[in-house]
């Protein structure tokens, strides 16, 4: 392979994101998905069952590739999580913010993935999304515990974790995701990634 088509392939390389979608059950991991797939795809939007297994799409977002895996949240497809890991940019670990009484075993699943950061790599990112904040009377409380039980504590381990709100039925809060996703930040330094794609 000649040294143009290397860089070429690297090149793609760079541009591509591997975004592993996981949460508990009923957090709204598909419903995120697919609000991103109507807005970045243009696909109607679909009804969502529960996910059994996985599913892979790839969307398009300013010159990136992104390719969001949603895996099934059920407990008895928790066990198989381990095997989505691999080479994994970002991890987006999605909570029922209006769900309390899950809070607890949903930062559980995240901690115990946090621990086995062999697997998930250390250069993977964090982010957070309390979803269904329509329903959420609570976000604030949530958000305190969030901060104070999870992401102070990794922070001390050098695991920063971002942090947000939304509600996946009419995307509010899902606009900055792709750009947080991409670039680790919201909005790309002036001047640098492609505006189009
Ligand atoms: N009110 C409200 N409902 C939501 C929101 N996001 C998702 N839902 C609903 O929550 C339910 C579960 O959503 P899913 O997207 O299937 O959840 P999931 O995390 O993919 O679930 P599994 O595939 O079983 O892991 C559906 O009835 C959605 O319509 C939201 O932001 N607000
Ligand atoms: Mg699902």
């Not at 994101?17 to 970045?40: E, F, H, P, Q």
């Not at 992401?151 to 900055?176: F, M, Y």
């Not at 330094?189 to 794609?197: H, I, L, N, R, Y």
Request: net charge neutral; aromatic share 6%; glycine share 6%.
């Amino acid at each position: 392979m000649g040294l143009l088509s290397i860089i070429k392939k690297q090149k793609l390389k760079d541009r591509e994101c591997r975004c592993l979608v996981l949460g508990l059950d009923n957090s709204g991991k598909s419903t995120v998905v697919d609000w991103i797939l109507a807005t970045y795809k243009n696909r109607p939007r679909q009804s969502i069952t529960p996910t059994v297994g996985f599913q892979i799409h790839t969307v398009p977002f300013r010159g990136h590739s992104v390719q969001l895996w949603d895996v099934g949240g059920q407990s008895t497809l928790r066990p198989y999580w381990d095997n989505y890991f691999d080479k994994t940019d970002v991890l987006l670990w999605v909570v029922d913010a209006a769900a309390i009484a899950r809070l607890e075993e949903s930062m559980g699943e995240l901690t115990t993935i946090l621990r086995n950061r062999d697997r998930l790599g250390y250069n993977c990112r964090i982010v957070v999304l309390l979803n269904k904040k329509d329903l959420a009377a609570e976000l604030p409380t949530v958000l305190e515990r969030l901060q104070r039980d999870l992401v102070r504590e990794w922070r001390l381990e050098n695991v920063p974790i971002e942090v947000r709100a939304s509600n996946a039925l009419d995307g509010e809060g899902l606009a900055t995701l792709l750009p947080l996703v991409v670039w680790g930040r919201e909005e790309p330094v002036e001047g640098q990634p492609p505006a189009a794609t």
